[in-house]
């Protein structure tokens, strides 16, 4: 609706509440005027295609219920009439997110308040003709429910898409896609170094549903035109394992008992920080540098020239440790050596029992003895191949000197077993357990066990 405004002047006032609704928490007013015989657009409340799919009233309780149980909060009563209304209920959430319940005599008086909001709720055009501007220190959204409005300040926007589905579409506010949550910062103040505008937006994911399910998603959209995908995982483990199932230039996906080939429209790649996966799709790669400086080297993707050192997974030498210990028998075995990837303990079980994995009689330990630290916890962070050796002497004790991966992180493992001058004839069977510290070994990992005697 357009209302046109009487030629006077108000004085610039500023409540006595600060930056996000509550009595201590409630926009700050900077300025406050009316103007001069100036057509005003304001938005109005709710559109006729809303009408049709907003859903229905909600309770207070259903409001509360959002972030009940989330955040603890503290729960409050306005004394004054914030928006024109008459009061209402506020809550401080713990992580520094308000949520405000304001209340009207009638569900006309709130569509009627609701109206006199610009698009972005930043200005309220007041009944007296007046102008107010408010200031927020963080992103607000603006909800008409029967004869309440509901008002969400957050700097994250994490309860928004929930808002949405109880409240239907703002009427008013940053938008009712806006996410922008803390893990995304460093990647958007880069980006704003390298001279490029960002919009945040709730990720609806790439299409891909075969990806392990996530905490949350965004999507963010740079002012050159392309989007980057940001994944956030429960914990950091769980990042990193997510991470090694793609392929070293990420064609193809290994998922829990399946394999798929994936298709990109342009050249993609993958960072890992922390328990954040980032996905970047580009014909140009313009992004790259921005990317590169907050995430380092990508862990997949097309490669890309990178000024910085590369991880020693890239390639290279791998950090592990080993262990070597005499076996019982062949392990119903007949070609050695044979190399196995172990990604869990379910897996180590399942190898154990399949080949009946012993240790010689004449060893002070048990197989459940040698594999005991190998927990869950454990392979949450580092990975085992297990090498099953023959020797044709029991007098030959095989050691590890290197374990390399190479671009298509494929592993070798490098053994010393050179036959010393005098040796028995017995044959001899080995375990050898090479831990590879601080990553997951992509299941599709092929691993060569090469010997130093001929």
């Known amino acids: 609706m357009k209302r046109i405004l009487s030629i006077t002047l108000a004085l610039t006032m500023l409540l006595s509440l600060t930056a996000c609704g509550s009595q201590e928490n409630e926009p700050e007013v900077t300025t406050e005027a009316t103007v001069v015989s100036e057509d005003i657009e304001v938005v109005t409340s709710v559109t006729e295609e809303n009408e049709e799919t907003e859903p229905g009233i909600v309770g207070q309780e259903d409001i509360v219920a959002v972030f009940e149980g989330v955040y603890s909060y503290t729960m409050n009563v306005y004394n004054n009439r914030p928006y024109e209304s008459n009061g209402g209920t506020y809550y401080v959430l713990e992580n520094d997110q308000y949520v405000d319940i304001y209340e009207y005599d009638s569900e006309e008086a709130a569509a009627q308040a609701a109206s006199q909001f610009d698009a972005t709720g930043t200005t309220f055009y007041g009944s007296d003709d007046t102008v107010t501007e408010y200031e927020y220190v963080y992103p607000v959204h603006f909800w008409q429910n029967g004869s309440n409005i509901i008002f969400y300040c957050s700097e994250t926007g994490e309860f928004l898409q929930d808002f949405n589905a109880i409240l239907g579409t703002e009427f008013a506010g940053a938008g009712s896609d806006y996410f922008r949550p803390t893990y995304v910062n460093e990647l958007v103040y880069a980006l704003w170094d390298a001279g490029y505008n960002v919009d945040y937006k709730t990720s609806t994911g790439t299409g891909q549903d075969y990806l392990k399910e996530t905490v949350s998603e965004c999507m963010l959209v740079v002012s050159n035109g392309e989007v980057i995908y940001l994944f956030e995982y429960q914990d950091e483990y769980e990042a990193l394992d997510e991470a090694s199932r793609y392929s070293a230039n990420a064609s193809f996906y290994s998922g829990d008992g399946f394999t798929i080939g994936i298709d990109y429209a342009s050249p993609t790649h993958f960072f890992l920080l922390d328990n954040v996966i980032v996905e970047y799709g580009s014909s140009t790669g313009e992004l790259l540098n921005a990317i590169s400086s907050v995430y380092g080297y990508q862990f997949a993707g097309a ?18 440790d080993y262990y070597t ?23 180590l079980e399942e190898l154990h029992d399949s080949l009946d994995l012993a240790v010689a009689d004449f060893v002070d330990t048990t197989w459940e003895l040698l594999t005991y630290k190998y927990s869950d916890d454990w392979f949450k962070s580092n990975d085992l191949v297990v090498v099953l050796l023959y020797e044709p002497s029991g007098s030959i004790s095989p050691y590890v000197t290197d374990v390399t991966r190479d671009e298509n992180r494929n592993y070798t493992v490098s053994i010393n077993d050179d036959k010393p001058e005098a040796y028995t004839d017995d044959e001899a069977y080995w375990y050898i357990l090479v831990e590879i510290n601080g990553t997951k070994v992509n299941p599709l990992t092929g691993v060569e066990v090469v010997s130093s005697r001929e």
Not at 309 to 318: F, S
Not at 338 to 346: K, P, T
């Open 325 to 347: 210990v005499p076996a019982a028998d062949s392990g119903a075995l007949s070609t050695f050596p044979q190399s196995v990837v172990v990604r869990s303990q379910s897996e």
């Open 303 to 320: 490669d890309y020239d990178y000024d910085g050192e590369k991880p020693w997974y890239a390639t290279g030498t791998v950090e592990y």
